[in-house]
């Protein structure tokens, strides 16, 4: 099918994890994957091309160093030979000086030509893996990549699949667009709509519910500072949506542990009544790795994404969009999400 080539905005936790990630799986399968073949493409198909980060420890690297550089703290799986993509300085238009927890050590100097450097490096896609909450970066990353010619994915919380203007923007020059959010693999929303989407099958009235995270990675710092409201808001309607009545539900990340290191660990309340009347209580504490959890629905997302730009599709990409994100333009179930989003790639579902 030829190779996917892969343009990476934020070289942080995430990207060190796909980059591992793709290494890893570069021979075939393994335990972990949702999909080793998608649409014809294999893991060993990802290209990295081009990459840009904005902080002094990790600008100017190798991408095989700068994924290792700090304040990643996604754990090392997979030693990454050099790939010849040095780093680039990205812009920084959400900057903020103070007193931000923000780990960035801002680099210096004159930012990159994003869309130049995408069509020199021919790059087919942009991913966009930059902090949380960095809206205007989110959304220059996005113009400079439909000025170059490239499909986007967007796993951040910014709001740019269901940018309204951005997203007819990709539909005329007949761009692909995914996103908004990602939905990690075994991700607390993920989760959480399967325990309901069950227990609502079994007959059972969920009365309320609450899912809560404590996080040590960069990212629970912007959640806690700047996407507290947004990420609460998008979790909450992704999760919502799990069963079709409306019930008290609070979803959405706590707090900032330094110690957890890239640990995650979600908690999850569940308050609920089955036959005669009978009620019942679920507590749940789920551990992850933060950065790994991103890997596999970044390979099947960038996949899909390149399966839609060889059929010239433009604007979201729906069975994308709903397999891999949690606030997609348009919502579907988990399992009817999976079940598009195979039938989009060709594969049997
Ligand atoms: N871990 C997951 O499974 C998951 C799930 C859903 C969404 N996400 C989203 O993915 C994104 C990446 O998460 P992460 O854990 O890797 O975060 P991270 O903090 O580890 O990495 C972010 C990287 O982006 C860089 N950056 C910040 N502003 C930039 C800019 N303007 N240009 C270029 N680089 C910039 C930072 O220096 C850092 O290297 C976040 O927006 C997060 O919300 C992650």
Redesign the pocket.
């Known amino acids: 099918m030829g190779e996917i080539r892969v343009a990476l905005?934020?070289?942080?936790?995430?990207?060190?994890a796909l980059v591992q990630g793709v290494e890893y799986y570069r021979k075939g399968g393994g335990l972990g994957l949702l999909h080793p073949t998608l649409g014809g493409y294999r893991i060993g198909d990802l290209r990295f091309v081009v990459a840009?980060?904005?902080?002094h420890n990790?600008v100017g690297l190798d991408l095989s160093e700068a994924i290792l550089a700090e304040?990643?703290k996604?754990p090392a799986f997979r030693e990454v030979g050099r790939t010849g993509v040095k780093v680039q300085l990205?812009?920084?238009?959400?900057k903020v000086e103070g007193d931000s927890m923000s780990?960035?050590k801002w680099a210096q100097g004159e930012p990159a030509d994003i869309s130049k450097a995408l069509k020199e490096a021919k790059a087919d896609m942009l991913v966009n893996?930059?902090?949380?909450g960095?809206d205007k970066?989110s959304r220059l990353?996005a113009e400079e990549a439909l000025k170059a010619g490239c499909g986007f994915l967007n796993?951040?919380?910014s709001g740019i699949a269901n940018d309204l203007s951005l997203s007819a923007g990709y539909r005329r020059a007949g761009l692909p667009l995914a996103g908004d959010?990602?939905?990690?693999q075994v991700?607390a929303t993920a989760v959480h709509i399967g325990l309901l989407e069950f227990l609502h099958s079994r007959g059972v009235h969920v009365d309320e519910s609450y899912q809560l995270d404590v996080g040590g990675?960069?990212?629970s710092i912007?959640?806690l500072e700047k996407?507290r409201d947004s990420k609460r808001l998008i979790k909450t309607e992704a999760v919502k949506s799990s069963v079709p009545y409306d019930f008290p539900l609070v979803s959405g990340s706590a707090d900032f542990v330094d110690f957890l290191v890239n640990g995650r660990d979600s908690f999850f309340w569940i308050r609920g009544t089955y036959f005669g009347g009978a009620a019942f209580t679920m507590d749940v504490k789920l551990s992850t790795e933060?950065?790994p959890?991103?890997g596999a629905?970044l390979i099947d997302t960038i996949r899909g994404l390149k399966v839609a730009m060889d059929r010239g599709l433009g604007g979201p990409v729906e069975p994308v969009c709903a397999y891999g994100f949690?606030r997609p333009p348009k919502r579907r179930r988990i399992a009817e999400a999976y079940r598009l989003f195979r039938e989009f790639a060709g594969d049997q579902p």
């Open positions: 905005a934020g070289v942080g936790n995430c990207c060190s840009f980060d904005v902080d990790k304040s990643n996604a990205g812009p920084s238009p959400d780990q960035i893996l930059i902090s949380g960095s970066a990353y796993a951040t919380p959010d990602l939905l990690s991700g990675g960069s990212e912007n959640t996407t933060d950065a959890n991103a629905v949690k």
